[in-house]
């Protein structure tokens, strides 16, 4: 059913102005920032105070905004908050910072599609994520999800199902 709805996708369902939102973390995040750079679609979002993530200070190449303090969940609570929806990306069940993620999305009432990265092959995710952004109109996707450091190999799963679905679609 899915397969069917991602072929009626043209050109006059795809917003005129796509950006995507990351904090800037390793792993699932990191890979949305690098998507939209290979792509040339515009980036921004929130990084906590002094650019932390797992492997130091973010490059100045990521256009991310600074809160004013250096918790992560602040920054997740903002990117999901500023918007329309939101595409996270774990290994499996949601723990942690992507089960935060989750709940911050049912707060602000913006739409979530989780997608467990080692539970669907890599076809179905695309068609999934195909069918989410054609869905809502979304011109503010924030992509979130599991660090490198916790999902190992997870940066280039993410960037391969977001490069393949975008490429349907923007």
């Not at 492997?55 to 992560?72: H, K, M």
């Not at 999902?151 to 490429?167: E, K, M, N, Q, T």
């Amino acid at each position: 059913m899915i397969t069917a709805m991602t072929q009626s996708i043209d050109a006059a369902s795809t917003p005129s102005v796509f950006t995507i939102i990351s904090g800037g973390q390793t792993g699932a995040d990191r890979a949305g920032l690098n998507v939209a750079i290979a792509r040339g679609i515009p980036h921004a979002g929130w990084c906590p105070k002094g650019r932390k993530s797992e492997d130091g200070p973010l490059p100045a190449c990521y256009q991310l905004t600074e809160t004013r303090n250096a918790s992560y969940l602040v920054r997740t609570e903002r990117n999901v908050a500023d918007s329309d929806a939101t595409v996270l990306f774990t290994p499996g069940a949601l723990t942690g910072g992507s089960k935060r993620t989750a709940e911050f999305a049912k707060i602000h009432g913006r739409p979530l599609l989780h997608i467990a990265v080692e539970k669907a092959s890599d076809d179905v995710s695309v068609d999934r994520i195909v069918a989410f952004l054609s869905a809502y109109p979304i011109t503010r996707l924030n992509v979130a999800g599991s660090r490198e450091s916790k999902a190992p190999g997870i940066h280039a799963h993410v960037f391969r199902l977001l490069d393949l679905a975008l490429g349907r679609i923007v």
